[in-house]
């Protein structure tokens, strides 16, 4: 198995080297980049498994970052590096397809720990399979699309990430909470939140699933994708 490789975009330069320190020593491969420009670079050409990226930096900023890997990298993990006072741009920030955030200041046990959770279901993610035919839809995860008779619904990110986490879970009813921690990064008691529902709601329409036979709510626990419908 190859060793991971983590990209630490952050412009405070004692910030940045002690992140880079803490990766080295937890045996990761490291690439590091001081601002948003060179960062930006980074994030689109070079090989890794996991962006650490700093919100606030000169040049370019994280969300344009950002941006630029919905568009070019879509899928890339990020764990965002954000200041306390930053709320607002945290949950901008998982909007627009991060994984996770560490507030600063952090430790290096729990950045480790965010590091280690991510990586692990960005491996999960990939161990699945791509396309799932399900009553004459077939989701195609890689394409991003349903397809069906006659013509297709495009995916977006997010509602790609919601199929992958109900596919790999397909015994149990996942409740909405941990869909919130684990395809959106958001501790749900933090935040009050319907995007969940409204993205089970536009995956239901884009399914044709009128009478929830694929995409079933099991009252008081969650929802289950019937895979075996």
């Known amino acids: 198995m190859s060793i991971p490789t983590i990209l630490v975009v952050e412009d405070d330069d ?12 937890a045996g990761y491969e490291v690439i590091a980049a001081p601002d948003g420009r060179t960062g930006r670079e980074a994030a689109l050409t070079a090989t890794y498994d996991l962006l650490l990226l700093d919100l ?33 741009d945290r949950v901008q920030g998982l909007k627009m397809g991060a994984d996770d955030y560490v507030m600063k200041p952090f430790s290096a046990r729990e950045l480790l720990a965010r590091v280690d959770a991510v990586l692990r279901r960005t491996t999960e993610r990939q161990a699945l399979g791509q396309r799932y035919e399900i009553l004459g839809r077939v989701i195609d995860l890689t394409q991003a699309q349903i397809e069906y008779e006659g013509g297709h619904s495009e995916l977006s990110e997010r509602e790609v990430g919601v ?10 009813p996942v409740p909405r909470d941990e869909l919130l921690r ?11 939140t ?31 994708l019937a895979l075996n419908s």
């Open 163 to 172: 199929l992958r986490y109900l596919i790999g879970n397909p015994e149990r």
């Open 14 to 25: 004692a910030v940045r080297q002690g992140v880079v320190d803490t990766m080295k020593f």
């Open 194 to 224: 319907r995007t969940v529902d409204m993205h089970i709601a536009h995956l239901r329409k884009k399914l044709a699933d009128d009478g929830q036979s694929i995409l079933k709510t099991i009252r008081g626990r969650g929802y289950r």
């Open 182 to 192: 684990h395809v959106w990064g958001i501790d749900p008691h933090r935040i009050e």
């Open 56 to 88: 606030v930096l000169p040049h370019h900023t994280g969300f344009d970052i950002l941006e630029a890997l919905q568009a070019e990298r879509p899928g890339q993990a990020v764990i965002i590096l954000s200041a306390k006072g930053e709320e607002n």
